[in-house]
């Protein structure tokens, strides 16, 4: 285990049988749904006071006294959670990140990973890798956006585990770059304006317009009034595929172009570049993660075949975003860290003539 949380990691994997090791990585299946299972029973918020023992556990959760119990010795012996001598649980450092309205909470991306519209998705994967198609679209008969739209509470999920996911990554992203050296910034596709809200809260002499799907941008206002920046934030209505306002010093695109193919990630991109053509000096920032070397371990290739079950979509290695960027007129600025969440800085250039 990983000395530091007790997590099976590579390090412990490398020391067993190579055929135990091959059965260890055929168990995420079981893993998941063991810690789908305590998140949703609200376990580790019966933790927050203090250890219990399964019985107290059990009447707590409303769950059975055996399963539980053996459910939790799975989770702690991959290391959420922790049993002590005399038989009670504990939180430890990882399990605390399924308490539920903690700083760092992971409870809804866990609610999320182990919901049925992704492990049905993945039970469709050899269609995906036989044609190249959505295995979502195999599985439900309709797109991923449509079936958020058509199950609320599948929606609900969705915009909880995203919303912890991009509290989660702000501050590195905000910590990685300087965004107080534009004067205005757009985040196209920002949804309920959390990133934007927190440029704006740090830098205070930056103003910012926020671009999403009416539906969506109208709840902006709320995140730039608990952030205390309504004066400098204003929302446009508006589809990053059709024209885009022009006039910003910068243009964020924060978790977008991950959801499209090449094909359409350069549609949008083209509308940026369109938008950025009165200033030479104007930037995109494209916060992604960026997918690392071939044999290495980064959570950027998983992520890349959510993006490929469910609707197309796909994470992307340095070589791959210069090539994209190319195609719609922009030049990758510096040498952006791979394997981890990266703000890639772009500038506009010409584009090249069809031959």
């Known amino acids: 285990m990983d000395t530091m949380t007790g997590v099976v990691g590579p390090a412990m994997t490398a020391a067993l049988p190579p055929h135990v090791r091959l059965l260890l990585l055929t168990d995420g299946k079981r893993i998941s749904r063991v810690l789908h299972v305590v998140a949703e029973l609200g376990v580790a918020d019966a933790l927050a006071d203090g250890p219990l023992t399964v019985a107290e556990l059990a009447e707590r959760t409303d769950s059975h006294v055996d399963a539980l119990g053996r459910v939790l010795r799975v989770a702690a012996a991959f290391g959420v959670f922790v049993q002590g001598e005399d038989g009670r649980y504990a939180l430890n450092d990882v399990a605390e990140c399924l308490r539920s309205g903690v700083p760092g909470s992971q409870r809804d991306m866990v609610l999320y990973n182990g919901d049925e519209?992704?492990?049905?998705?993945y039970g469709q994967l050899m269609h995906t890798v036989r044609t190249g198609e959505p295995a979502f679209e195999a599985a439900y008969g309709h797109s991923f956006f449509e079936h958020l739209e058509q199950e609320p509470r599948a929606g609900a999920l969705f915009d909880r585990a995203m919303t912890g996911?991009?509290?989660?990554?702000?501050?590195m992203l905000l910590d990685s770059h300087d965004f107080g050296q534009y004067g205005r910034i757009a985040d196209i596709g920002g949804g309920r304006g959390l990133f934007l809200a927190e440029i704006l809260a740090r830098h205070t002499e930056v103003r910012g317009t926020l671009v999403d799907r009416p539906s969506v941008a109208a709840e902006a206002d709320k995140a730039f009034r608990e952030a205390g920046v309504t004066g400098r934030a204003e929302v446009v209505p508006g589809d990053f595929f059709e024209e885009l306002p022009r006039g910003a010093d910068a243009y964020v695109l924060k978790a977008v172009l991950h959801d499209w193919d090449d094909d359409r990630a350069a549609a949008i991109l083209g509308r940026v570049r369109e938008a950025l053509a009165p200033n030479p000096e104007g930037r995109l920032l494209i916060c992604e993660f960026l997918?690392?070397?071939?044999?290495?371990?980064?959570r950027?290739?998983?992520?890349?075949?959510?993006?490929?079950?469910?609707?197309?979509?796909?994470e992307r290695s340095e070589d791959q975003w210069r090539a994209l960027l190319a195609r719609a007129g922009f030049a990758l600025v510096g040498?952006?860290?791979?394997?981890?969440?990266?703000?890639?800085?772009?500038?506009?250039?010409p584009v090249p003539a069809a031959s």
């Open 300 to 314: 950027g290739k998983l992520l890349d075949l959510d993006m490929l079950v469910r609707f197309g979509g796909r």
């Open 335 to 349: 040498e952006p860290v791979p394997g981890r969440w990266a703000v890639l800085e772009c500038r506009p250039v």
């Open 117 to 121: 519209m992704l492990w049905r998705s």
């Open 291 to 298: 997918v690392g070397p071939a044999n290495e371990w980064d």
């Open 165 to 171: 996911m991009s509290r989660a990554t702000a501050r």
